[in-house]
């Protein structure tokens, strides 16, 4: 099993900022990539970033804006966000790839939190 602990969402005005962090943990798998995506109601969930290695991947929308990090020995991945827009409001999730014994295993999802860009 693993357990995917999200934290550092909350209501920010206009052009702040706020840092999610997902820490990772369970003992029978390794961890490949990780990222974050992210939903609003009716609509699909969407990809925000994500880092495989030292390789990092954005949404056009948040280029700029956003910023991946990892700690890798502690399996804890980051997102800085800066210059928020009302846009950027949506449930974040965490998402990590699973290797078990070297081979691909499936993704696990952290349960979201919520980041809102208000007024």
């Known amino acids: 099993q693993v357990q995917l602990v999200e934290s550092g969402g909350g209501l920010v005005q206009p052009g702040g900022s706020l840092r999610l962090s997902c820490a990772a943990s369970g003992s029978s798998f390794s961890i490949n990539a990780m990222g974050w995506y992210r939903q609003v109601p009716g609509k699909e969930r969407e990809l925000v970033a994500t880092i495989r290695g030292a390789t990092t991947n954005y949404a056009d929308s948040v280029k700029g804006r956003f910023t991946i990090s990892r700690d890798g020995p502690e399996n804890t991945v980051y997102l800085q966000m800066n210059s928020l827009k009302p846009e950027d409001t949506a449930v974040y999730y965490c998402?990590?790839?699973?290797?078990?014994?070297?081979?691909?295993?499936?993704?696990?999802w952290g349960r979201g939190t919520q980041v809102t860009v208000s007024s």
């Open positions: 998402k990590v790839e699973l290797y078990l014994s070297g081979r691909y295993y499936r993704d696990g």
